[in-house]
């Protein structure tokens, strides 16, 4: 569990978890994000059927994918409507018996709520209201943020394609550079085809920053971040070896994606969700290593990684899909989840705000797809506890942080 163990691609890719990656996965990782194809042929270029290609080579039977099973169902309840106070009567269950009830704080966010350094954010994993009250993407009209608007708004020329990731653990295993067009995965993936998918694939896009519509209208420019959010003590370290992915990334995923179990040992993140409904299970850093389910546990009926059936190549799955992991707690007569989980039933208009350290798994819930922004950075008010940690497993990376941070706070004097 260590940073200087060989993360797979969910882990690195998924979790934006640039910070804990070793020195030759960091190499790939810069020639992954500097190609510009999937390794498809060039007349389905940016299809489905394309990226899972590139995501499992070896895997072309379609069973390989696919899961029947009535245990795919999901259901989402919301009894009552006061976002400011906890609520118990927020949950979600989860075909064959799971049930998750919310369980976290809530706090209306305002702009003076927290300092512009985030030293008062929250120490526990909280859902923040307010925060995108005012964003051009959440305004009512053709241009509020779905997966629908955003295929419908085009692209534009530089960058037509979106990277995708998940699927079972012998894609999310692999580091190919698979891409879709937008509007074959809104049109027709998101809407029927992905639930025949044991794991579907999620759009989990880098270029966030850079990305644009078709009529040159910055993605950028129609969401805001927070003061509490901006003074990131690793930004010095972006585009280097040492942070070579960027720490902000577009999601977009249909029902029953999600995002593995992982977590950010040196950076806090925030999760803006503009569209759907998503599941968090959040555990401690100090949590029992058991309670994570990793390394290949199969108890999901529905398979787990190494469901594809293709020969030994899923050996060396490290961790379960998003949909297997909830469905191995908290079912008729199974375990339930430890008493310090936090479980978040996040809607759209919602931001949930990651303490750095603490282990995760999220789902994608509701029937129309999810559209969120996740962004990371690291605080000052956490780095004297997280770089020791750093400096045990690399000391170069741990080395260039302090210095590109004392120069930060020294041109900003």
């Not at 503009?274 to 108890?299: A, F, I, M, Q, Y």
Request: charged share 20%.
């Amino acid at each position: 569990l260590s940073g200087q163990e060989s993360r797979p691609a969910a882990a690195l890719v998924m979790s934006a978890n640039s910070e804990v990656i070793t020195a030759a996965e960091r190499i790939v990782l810069l020639s992954r994000l500097s190609r510009n194809d999937c390794c498809a042929p060039a007349d389905d270029h940016g299809s489905i059927a394309a990226a899972k290609r590139a995501l499992g080579p070896n895997h072309t039977d379609p069973a390989a994918w696919s899961c029947d099973t009535s245990e795919k169902t999901i259901e989402v309840c919301d009894l009552t409507t006061d976002s400011n106070v906890n609520n118990p009567n927020r949950s979600v269950t989860l075909g064959g018996g799971s049930r998750y009830v919310d369980n976290a704080p809530r706090i209306a966010f305002s702009s003076d709520l927290f300092n512009e350094y985030g030293d008062d954010l929250p120490d526990v994993p909280t859902l923040l209201t307010g925060v995108m009250s005012d964003w051009p993407s959440m305004q009512p009209g053709p241009h509020r943020w779905s997966v629908a608007s955003l295929a419908s708004r085009g692209t534009g020329p530089h960058d037509p394609h979106f990277s995708v990731d998940g699927g079972p653990g012998f894609a999310r295993m692999s580091m190919a550079d698979a891409r879709v067009g937008i509007q074959s995965f809104a049109a027709d993936y998101c809407l029927s085809d992905s639930q025949s998918d044991l794991a579907p694939l999620y759009i989990f896009d880098p270029a966030i920053d850079t990305r644009t519509f078709a009529d040159g209208t910055r993605y950028a420019d129609e969401f805001a971040v927070p003061d509490c959010f901006a003074q990131d003590t690793m930004k010095p370290l972006q585009g280097t070896v040492y942070r070579p992915l960027p720490p902000g990334w577009l999601l977009v995923g249909p029902k029953r994606s999600g995002t593995p179990i992982h977590d950010h040992p040196h950076t806090v993140a925030w999760n803006a969700l503009l569209e759907g409904t998503k599941l968090w299970v959040c555990l401690p850093p100090d949590v029992d290593p058991n309670h994570l389910l990793l390394l290949g546990d199969d108890s999901s009926e529905c398979g787990s990684e190494d469901s594809g059936g293709e020969g030994d190549d899923d050996d060396g799955v490290f961790d379960l899909e998003a949909m297997a992991w909830f469905q191995n707690w908290n079912c008729d007569g199974g375990d339930a989840l430890p008493e310090t989980a936090s479980v978040i039933v996040q809607q759209e208009g919602e931001v949930v705000f990651l303490p750095a350290g603490w282990w995760h798994v999220v789902l994608n819930c509701s029937a129309v797809a999810t559209v969120a922004l996740s962004l990371s950075l690291g605080l000052r008010r956490d780095f004297e506890r997280t770089w020791p940690l750093l400096l045990e497993e690399d000391a170069d990376f741990a080395s260039a942080w302090r210095l590109a941070k004392a120069k930060q706070e020294e041109e900003s004097a």
